[in-house]
């Protein structure tokens, strides 16, 4: 059984950090791009970073050069380090992991998402 398990969200002021956890467990992790997710209400669920098992990492524009993704493999987790933090960051996160098997199988698993809230 696959789990995703988030933490370190919470409330943060306009210029502050938060550091996101994501443990996962039931999967070869290693072999798995993961990324975080958020959803802000009213809206979409969008992409904030990606990070592949080679390394290779994207971001969204909103996101480059406040947010750092970065995953330890030997600890099975991921995490997004949220500098500079503004309002429009105030979101619920979710982790992905996600791995496409070839032959038309694609492993896609989801967190149960941790709350960001960015307000003075």
């Known amino acids: 059984q696959v789990h995703l398990v988030e933490s370190g969200g919470g409330l943060a002021q306009p210029g502050g950090s938060l550091r996101l956890s994501c443990t996962a467990s039931?999967?070869?992790?290693?072999?798995?791009?993961m990324g975080w997710y958020r959803q802000a209400p009213g809206k979409q669920r969008e992409l904030v970073a990606t990070?592949?098992?080679?390394?290779?990492?994207n971001y969204a524009d909103s996101v480059k050069g406040r947010f750092t993704i970065s995953r330890d493999n030997a600890k099975n987790t991921v995490y997004l380090q949220m500098n500079s933090l503004k309002p429009e960051d105030t979101a619920v996160y979710y982790c992905?992991?996600?791995?496409?098997?070839?032959?038309?199988?694609?492993?896609?698993?989801w967190g149960q998402g941790t709350q960001v809230t960015v307000s003075s």
């Open positions: 039931g999967i070869p992790f290693s072999s798995y791009t």
């Open positions: 990070i592949t098992s080679g390394g290779s990492i």
């Open positions: 992905n992991a996600d791995r496409d098997y070839g032959g038309g199988y694609r492993a896609d698993f």
